[in-house]
């Protein structure tokens, strides 16, 4: 900011003549040189005779002499300053034995290693810990595709998604339909899904299509069928390379709907749903623990991805616990089955969050589901999982559920 005096000078002029200022925006021109007012620094450009001018120095040359003499009165002080004598104490004198010895500044925590051990502390990697919990993604760390350094945000994000996503309880708000007949319409898919030979992703998709919608809105019994076979379409389209047409769904409908239903009840569940068809289902979620199930060879990863399926086909599982904790107790009752000691890890509680008390419940119901598949009449996951290809896992058998996952 421009001195009072130095405003004086440039409204007045040098002969006391009013002089229109240089430096103001309606001149056009910008004075840059105000910058260079800063302090004392400028006093010499305010002086306005020589006078003036003897004047600043000799109160200039006053303040420096008042500064010399403090200092010197400084330096004096400091020089007749007692000086602190140490003095070795006697060996024989024992008055000096209770002084404590100074620890060595080496022996002090620098604030980097303060640091560190926090990290270290909060990753989960202090002693006991480091050694249990196993880094799952150290074999794909040149593989781009699996976004190692992204991996633990983008599964944190879909746990909070999840909360929001959550399927709540519809059944009773829907007249005309049950849970039984919700069980009934996700076999027959899981059986449209094998025949058009589908990625596991969307046939997950599919059921959560279905039971946000029915959580949405009133559908009739008639129309039930045709909201699977249309959330089907719709995860094809989402999931797939090559999706099936809409004929292939009219044919294997039995023609029970023509293709201009399947087109409107498409367009029905996006508009109802917001076209909101990213979402964590538990698939995304069993991909992961699958690979912190170690060690996990083909064997365990069918039996986890079987028990699942007969998960999302009980109305009470899917609405009771969220996707993440469907798919950890999946891995966690395949372990229980195949004996695959010990039945939850350090690795395992790192990365699914869950502990083994809280997944025992759900990991019960399932490998009650698991032993009943073969007695009961929704057969088609239980099929599916029946051949060679998939491990036969369905027809494994394990010991007593009262004791299995103790």
């Given at each position: 900011?421009?001195?009072?005096?130095?405003?004086?000078?440039?409204?007045?002029?040098?002969?006391?003549?009013?002089?229109?200022?240089?430096?103001?925006?309606?001149?056009?021109?910008?004075?840059?040189?105000?910058?260079?007012?800063?302090?004392?620094?400028?006093?010499?450009?305010?002086?306005?005779?020589?006078?003036?001018?003897?004047?600043?120095?000799?109160?200039?040359?006053?303040?420096?002499?008042?500064?010399?003499?403090?200092?010197?009165?400084?330096?004096?002080?400091?020089?007749?300053?007692?000086?602190?004598?140490?003095?070795?104490?006697?060996?024989?004198?024992?008055?000096?034995?209770?002084?404590?010895?100074?620890?060595?500044?080496?022996?002090?925590?620098?604030?980097?290693?303060?640091?560190t051990a926090r990290s270290k502390a909060a990753s989960g990697t202090?002693?006991?810990?480091?050694?249990?919990?196993?880094?799952?993604?150290?074999?794909?760390?040149?593989?781009?595709?699996?976004?190692?350094?992204?991996?633990?945000?983008?599964?944190?994000?879909?746990?909070?998604?999840?909360?929001?996503?959550?399927?709540?309880?519809?059944?009773?708000?829907?007249?005309?339909?049950?849970?039984?007949?919700?069980?009934?319409?996700?076999?027959?898919?899981?059986?449209?899904?094998?025949?058009?030979?589908?990625?596991?992703?969307?046939?997950?998709?599919?059921?959560?299509?279905?039971?946000?919608?029915?959580?949405?809105?009133?559908?009739?019994?008639?129309?039930?069928?045709?909201?699977?076979?249309?959330?089907?379409?719709?995860?094809?389209?989402?999931?797939?390379?090559?999706?099936?047409?809409?004929?292939?769904?009219?044919?294997?409908?039995?023609?029970?709907?023509?293709?201009?239903?399947?087109?409107?009840?498409?367009?029905?569940?996006?508009?109802?749903?917001?076209?909101?068809?990213?979402?964590?289902?538990?698939?995304?979620?069993?991909?992961?623990?699958?690979?912190?199930?170690?060690?996990?060879?083909?064997?365990?990863?069918?039996?986890?991805?079987?028990?699942?399926?007969?998960?999302?086909?009980?109305?009470?599982?899917?609405?009771?616990?969220?996707?993440?904790?469907?798919?950890?107790?999946?891995?966690?009752?395949?372990?229980?089955?195949?004996?695959?000691?010990?039945?939850?890890?350090?690795?395992?509680?790192?990365?699914?969050?869950?502990?083994?008390?809280?997944?025992?419940?759900?990991?019960?119901?399932?490998?009650?589901?698991?032993?009943?598949?073969?007695?009961?009449?929704?057969?088609?996951?239980?099929?599916?999982?029946?051949?060679?290809?998939?491990?036969?896992?369905?027809?494994?058998?394990?010991?007593?559920?009262?004791?299995?996952?103790?």
């Open positions: 900011m421009a001195s009072r005096a130095q405003l004086l000078h440039q409204q007045r002029g040098i002969e006391g003549e009013m002089v229109k200022p240089t430096n103001v925006v309606g001149n056009g021109r910008n004075n840059r040189k105000v910058l260079g007012d800063i302090g004392n620094l400028v006093v010499d450009r305010v002086v306005q005779n020589g006078k003036d001018l003897q004047k600043h120095k000799t109160e200039a040359a006053k303040e420096f002499v008042g500064v010399t003499k403090a200092v010197a009165s400084l330096k004096l002080h400091q020089k007749t300053k007692p000086e602190v004598i140490v003095i070795s104490p006697d060996e024989n004198d024992k008055s000096f034995s209770s002084v404590p010895k100074k620890t060595p500044r080496r022996s002090s925590k620098t604030f980097s290693a303060t640091l202090k002693k006991g810990v480091k050694d249990t919990v196993i880094d799952i993604d150290a074999a794909d760390a040149d593989n781009e595709l699996a976004a190692v350094e992204y991996v633990d945000d983008i599964y944190m994000f879909y746990k909070m998604a999840e909360v929001e996503g959550k399927v709540r309880d519809y059944i009773g708000s829907q007249p005309e339909l049950n849970t039984k007949m919700r069980s009934i319409l996700i076999d027959w898919l899981v059986e449209v899904h094998r025949k058009f030979e589908l990625m596991p992703e969307t046939l997950h998709l599919t059921i959560n299509l279905i039971d946000r919608f029915l959580s949405a809105k009133v559908v009739p019994r008639r129309e039930l069928q045709l909201l699977g076979i249309s959330s089907m379409l719709v995860a094809s389209k989402y999931e797939e390379i090559w999706a099936p047409e809409v004929n292939d769904f009219v044919l294997i409908s039995d023609n029970a709907y023509v293709r201009e239903q399947i087109l409107a009840m498409e367009k029905s569940i996006l508009g109802q749903l917001e076209w909101y068809i990213t979402v964590p289902t538990p698939y995304v979620f069993l991909a992961r623990y699958v690979k912190a199930s170690v060690p996990c060879d083909e064997v365990m990863e069918n039996m986890v991805f079987y028990l699942a399926e007969l998960g999302l086909m009980q109305y009470p599982l899917v609405v009771s616990y969220l996707p993440s904790m469907l798919a950890a107790s999946a891995v966690f009752a395949a372990r229980c089955i195949i004996d695959g000691k010990p039945f939850w890890t350090e690795t395992l509680k790192h990365h699914t969050g869950y502990s083994e008390d809280e997944l025992t419940e759900c990991a019960k119901t399932l490998m009650k589901l698991h032993a009943s598949a073969s007695e009961s009449k929704l057969r088609a996951a239980y099929k599916k999982y029946s051949v060679p290809e998939n491990g036969a896992v369905s027809l494994l058998v394990h010991k007593d559920l009262s004791v299995s996952c103790s």
